[in-house]
Every structure is written in structure tokens, then in C-alpha cells.
């Protein structure tokens, strides 16, 4: 039995999780290498090296604090109206606070890019802290983990902006594991299946969920474009590239979620977590609640193609549960 006073981070089976999730962003660099001509993969080779690293790492730190103003502003634009609507206590928002973790945050992330460390090795760097960053913030209001995760959001694609093709390629990944554990409740998944039986049905659950949550989003995205693709959000169309990255990494948070729901036998993350970010952050970016259910209900689909009947059983009260919040009776339209 787990000892209920050692810290989880400090377990050896521990990591299990974080390096099942971990593994999925190499396959963007993998497919990038194979199809670069042999002048790009010079350039390629070039810029991944520790020099090459170094070189971007040092353009990107010296812009970090133009990004982080500049997403800031993009973030209080869309938020604002909604501190109003929702009777947020203004005090919670701390913009020095928030800057001061998403900056740290960033320079861990670029320090082991820097390293020439693959991007899955983040996912055990990083995840302790944004788990207390996500813990800190949530405290007095869960809600305004919405403008932590956006702010982060933003900053990294801001910073993205100015790279070559072949530094951006690179890089991204990286940013997208800090992406994924800030508006994702990773080390909360973590810490709860570190505490569980390692014969436990909830955790095997789980375990077969993680490797193929990133193609489930995927074809759920897919299947809304075929159905609703010239779909106007505040980013755009579902079918543009920028809002189809948005749309699987939303699909990819609610199974993580469920996850957290499953391995907690609790509907806790649910009502207390997901339910009110999305209430706050789906109306500004522009997203329907129609889309929203059609998105959840495609969900427990592919769920129920990938994993085995005794799976998706443990899943589905958790399924039900997330399409009642959703529901046209609770949200109307």
C-alpha cells in the first residue's frame, strides 16, 4: 500500500502516467524529419543542435516579456465581460502573479529545450509545477484558471511567431506540453493514479485511454468539420489549422478530465473545474453549446470503437454525467 504521507512526486511509479502522456509529441517531429529535402534537413540538423538551441532559446527569452504583455491584453480582451457576467471577485486576478508564473514556467520549458531533452521529458519536468500553479490559482476560484491557461496559450503563439519554419517545428511541441498541463488537470490524473492498486480496472482504464486520446480527438474534430466545418468561432472556422489545434487539445482536456472523474469514482473535476471554465471561456471564443454536446457525444463514440466493452463500462457513468452539465435543458440551445 501506497504510503499516504510520502509525496507522489517522489514515487517510482509515479511518472507511469506522465510518461504515457508524454510520449505522444515526438510523432509531429518524427513525420517533419521524414519528409524535409536534404537542404532543409541541413538546416534542420543545424538549428537542433545545442548551438542552434541556444540561438533560439536566446531570441525567444529576449522577446518572453513583449509575448507575455502582448497575450495579456489578448486575454483580458476576451475575459473581461465575463469577470462581470459571472460575479468573479476582480481581487483573484492577479496579472503580476500570473505573468510572474507563466515567465518561470516558460523558462524551465525553453532550459530543457535548450538541454536537447526530448519534448516528453517535460511532461515529468513541468507537471509538478503547473500542478501547483493550477492548485494555487484554483483555490479561491476555479475560473481563473482560465486566465492562466490563456495567458500561457497566448504568450507561446506570440512567441512562435517570429521563428523559422524549421526552429518552430521544433520548439512547438514543447510548448504544447506546457499548454496541455496548464489547461489540463494532468498532475491532478497523475497524483490520484499513483495512489491506486497497480491492478486496479479504473487505472487499466485509464492507461488505454491516454495512448489513444490524441487520435480520439482527432477523428472526433474531424468528424464535426465534415459536419459543421464553415462553423464561424471567435479564432475562425473549425476547419482552419490554428482553431483544428484549439479543437483536439479541448477534446483531449475533456477525456482528461474523465479520466480524473474515473480514477476519483467523483464527478468533483466536473462540476467544480470543467463545467465553469467552460461556462466562462466557450461564450467570448464564440463556441456554441450545440457544438459543444456534439462534441461530447462523438466523444463517448470513438470511445466506445478503441477500447473494450469492460473499459468503456468504468467510463461511462462519467460520460453520462459530462453529457448532463451540457445538456440542452441545463444550457439551452
Same mark, same amino acid.
Given at each position: 500500500?501506497?504510503?499516504?504521507?510520502?509525496?507522489?512526486?517522489?514515487?517510482?511509479?509515479?511518472?507511469?502516467?506522465?510518461?504515457?502522456?508524454?510520449?505522444?509529441?515526438?510523432?509531429?517531429?518524427?513525420?517533419?524529419?521524414?519528409?524535409?529535402?536534404?537542404?532543409?534537413?541541413?538546416?534542420?540538423?543545424?538549428?537542433?543542435?545545442?548551438?542552434?538551441?541556444?540561438?533560439?532559446?536566446?531570441?525567444?527569452?529576449?522577446?518572453?516579456?513583449?509575448?507575455?504583455?502582448? %497575450?495579456?491584453?489578448?486575454?483580458? +480582451?476576451?475575459?473581461? /465581460?465575463? @469577470? =462581470?457576467?459571472?460575479?468573479?471577485?476582480?481581487?483573484? !486576478?492577479?496579472?503580476?502573479?500570473?505573468?510572474?508564473?507563466?515567465?518561470?514556467?516558460?523558462?524551465?520549458?525553453?532550459?530543457?529545450?535548450?538541454?536537447?531533452?526530448?519534448?516528453?521529458?517535460?511532461?515529468?519536468?513541468?507537471?509538478?509545477?503547473?500542478?501547483?500553479?493550477?492548485?494555487?490559482?484554483?483555490?479561491?476560484?476555479?475560473?481563473?484558471?482560465?486566465?492562466?491557461?490563456?495567458?500561457?496559450?497566448?504568450?507561446?503563439?506570440?512567441?512562435?511567431?517570429?521563428?523559422?519554419?524549421?526552429?518552430?517545428?521544433?520548439?512547438?511541441?514543447?510548448?504544447?506540453?506546457?499548454?496541455?498541463?496548464?489547461?489540463?488537470?494532468?498532475?491532478?490524473?497523475?497524483?490520484?493514479? %499513483?495512489?491506486?492498486?497497480?491492478? +486496479?480496472?479504473?487505472? /487499466?482504464? @485509464? =492507461?488505454?485511454?491516454?495512448?489513444?486520446?490524441?487520435? !480520439?480527438?482527432?477523428?472526433?474534430?474531424?468528424?464535426?468539420?465534415?459536419?459543421?466545418?464553415?462553423?464561424?468561432?471567435?479564432?475562425?472556422?473549425?476547419?482552419?489549422?490554428?482553431?483544428?489545434?484549439?479543437?483536439?487539445?479541448?477534446?483531449?482536456?475533456?477525456?482528461?478530465?474523465?479520466?480524473?472523474?474515473?480514477?476519483?469514482?467523483?464527478?468533483?473535476?466536473?462540476?467544480?473545474?470543467?463545467?465553469?471554465?467552460?461556462?466562462?471561456?466557450?461564450?467570448?471564443?464564440?463556441?456554441?453549446?450545440?457544438?459543444?454536446?456534439?462534441?461530447?457525444?462523438?466523444?463517448?463514440?470513438?470511445?466506445?470503437?478503441?477500447?473494450?466493452?469492460?473499459?468503456?463500462?468504468?467510463?461511462?457513468?462519467?460520460?453520462?454525467?459530462?453529457?448532463?452539465?451540457? /445538456?440542452?435543458?441545463?444550457?439551452?440551445?
Amino acid at each position: 500500500m501506497p504510503n499516504p504521507e510520502s509525496d507522489p512526486g517522489d514515487r517510482e511509479d509515479f511518472p507511469a502516467l506522465a510518461k504515457l502522456w508524454g510520449k505522444r509529441y515526438v510523432q509531429s517531429l518524427l513525420s517533419y524529419s521524414h519528409a524535409l529535402s536534404n537542404r532543409d534537413r541541413d538546416r534542420f540538423s543545424e538549428v537542433s543542435s545545442l548551438e542552434g538551441r541556444a540561438q533560439t532559446v536566446a531570441k525567444l527569452l529576449k522577446s518572453l516579456n513583449f509575448a507575455s504583455a502582448q %497575450a495579456w491584453s489578448k486575454t483580458e +480582451s476576451l475575459l473581461t /465581460a465575463e @469577470v =462581470q457576467r459571472h460575479g468573479i471577485n476582480p481581487h483573484y !486576478i492577479d496579472p503580476w502573479q500570473i505573468a510572474r508564473d507563466s515567465h518561470r514556467l516558460f523558462e524551465k520549458v525553453l532550459e530543457v529545450y535548450h538541454q536537447g531533452k526530448a519534448p516528453q521529458s517535460l511532461a515529468t519536468v513541468i507537471g509538478p509545477e503547473c500542478g501547483r500553479v493550477r492548485k494555487s490559482v484554483s483555490t479561491a476560484d476555479p475560473r481563473i484558471l482560465g486566465f492562466v491557461s490563456m495567458q500561457i496559450h497566448y504568450t507561446g503563439q506570440k512567441l512562435l511567431e517570429p521563428l523559422s519554419d524549421a526552429e518552430r517545428i521544433l520548439i512547438e511541441d514543447y510548448f504544447k506540453v506546457l499548454d496541455d498541463h496548464l489547461y489540463m488537470p494532468l498532475q491532478r490524473a497523475y497524483e490520484v493514479a %499513483a495512489n491506486h492498486p497497480e491492478h +486496479s480496472a479504473p487505472l /487499466a482504464a @485509464v =492507461q488505454a485511454l491516454l495512448p489513444q486520446s490524441g487520435r !480520439i480527438a482527432q477523428e472526433v474534430c474531424q468528424q464535426v468539420i465534415q459536419d459543421v466545418g464553415n462553423y464561424q468561432s471567435f479564432s475562425g472556422s473549425l476547419s482552419s489549422p490554428t482553431v483544428q489545434v484549439s479543437s483536439i487539445r479541448d477534446v483531449e482536456m475533456f477525456q482528461i478530465y474523465l479520466c480524473v472523474c474515473t480514477l476519483e469514482n467523483s464527478i468533483a473535476a466536473f462540476q467544480e473545474e470543467l463545467f465553469p471554465l467552460c461556462m466562462m471561456l466557450y461564450p467570448p471564443l464564440k463556441v456554441e453549446w450545440w457544438l459543444v454536446r456534439s462534441l461530447v457525444e462523438l466523444l463517448e463514440q470513438a470511445m466506445n470503437q478503441c477500447l473494450e466493452l469492460h473499459q468503456v463500462k468504468l467510463f461511462k457513468p462519467y460520460l453520462d454525467s459530462m453529457q448532463q452539465l451540457f /445538456a440542452i435543458e441545463v444550457l439551452g440551445h
